[in-house]
């Protein structure tokens, strides 16, 4: 009876303390947060942003530990004329590039979260666009307040060609010019939870 109590507090402890140490998520306030996209050419560049449609970070006693976002790929704006030029905008969306009526969200979960000291991380995850999903890892800076609300800043770059997305790469195509677009586009991401700002 001694030893049945005995394991039967221990299982007690045992379950308690995972509970406790179980991460906390944080849901992202998707108006307050950001994502900045810049692409370029031979002849020049251009930018616009996307809007997140949902995310949740996960913190553990002040450090942020997972992730996951979902991006709303029908949202995608270019801003680096005086109007918006909506035949870009329309050619970004469709097959050539991002194909949003097939596949109008994007995704990124977090598979690593490593802190490199104050408020520093190196993150990896696995990042889907087009279905396909590859793994990237890139610097972010990190913060979280005594409420556990979270602000975090990242910015990289990615291939576009591992994502199927092959329009005028000089990689796969010969003799483009100035017609060639170059494979990567950068990413330029802020994020917060819940207030803060």
Same mark, same amino acid.
């Given at each position: ?10 299982? #007690? ?124 890892? #890139? ?32 990689? #796969? ?25």
């Amino acid at each position: 009876m001694k030893k049945t109590n005995l394991l039967l507090m221990l299982l #007690f402890v045992m379950s308690l303390t995972a509970a406790i140490a179980k991460p906390t998520p944080v849901k992202v306030n998707t108006k307050a947060s950001t994502f900045h996209w810049l692409a370029k050419k031979v002849t020049g560049e251009h930018y616009g942003t996307i809007g997140i449609q949902d995310g949740t970070l996960m913190v553990d006693k002040g450090k942020l530990t997972g992730g996951e976002f979902a991006i709303e790929m029908n949202t995608l704006t270019n801003t680096d004329g005086d109007a918006p030029n909506q035949r870009l905008v329309s050619h970004l969306k469709s097959p050539d590039f991002f194909d949003v009526e097939k596949f109008p969200v994007s995704n990124f979960k977090i598979t690593k979260a490593v802190p490199k000291g104050g408020d520093k991380y190196d993150i990896t995850g696995d990042l889907t666009i087009k279905g396909v999903k590859q793994s990237v890892t #890139f610097p972010a800076i990190v913060k979280v307040d005594a409420k556990g609300n979270v602000s975090a800043e990242a910015k990289f770059d990615v291939d576009r060609t591992k994502f199927g997305l092959q329009y005028r790469s000089g990689s #796969f195509f010969e003799n483009l010019g100035d017609k060639m677009i170059y494979d990567t586009f950068t990413v330029d991401v802020k994020i917060v939870t819940g207030t803060t700002a």
